[in-house]
């Protein structure tokens, strides 16, 4: 079993940055392939961001490019998303997920955390 815990959400204005964090304990952490998905109202859980066990792989979705930056550090059982650049449209809540594999889905991942709000004012 895999506890994942987000912080860092918050409300920010457009153009404004915020460092999502998500705190693993339980099983090995370095284990798992580590991501971000975002639910924003309305709409379908969609992938954001994911880094391999080694954190020496990352993959975004295309929204996100270039302005997003997803990290982990192994020996702190911790991922990170710092987000740049955010938009209003980037307002969603966010969850952290473990997978075996890095090419992730939704329906498929193994451990979620709770979520975190992140809201951008425009």
């Known amino acids: 079993q895999v506890q994942l815990v987000e912080s860092g959400g918050g409300l920010v204005q457009a153009g404004g940055s915020l460092r999502l964090s998500c705190a693993a304990s339980g099983r090995t952490f370095s284990a798992y392939a580590m991501g971000w998905f975002r639910q924003a109202p309305g709409k379908e859980q969609e992938f954001v961001a994911a880094?391999?066990?080694?954190?020496?792989?990352?993959y975004y979705a295309d929204s996100v490019k270039g302005r997003f930056t997803i990290s982990r550090d192994n020996a702190k059982n911790t991922v990170y998303l710092q987000m740049n650049s955010l938009k209003p449209e980037d307002t969603a809540v966010y969850y952290c997920?473990?997978?075996?594999?890095?090419?992730?889905?939704?329906?498929?991942?193994?451990?979620w955390g709770q979520g975190t709000q992140v809201t951008v004012a425009s």
């Open positions: 880094v391999n066990r080694s954190g020496g792989s990352r």
């Open positions: 997920a473990a997978d075996r594999v890095v090419t992730m889905k939704r329906a498929t991942v193994d451990y």
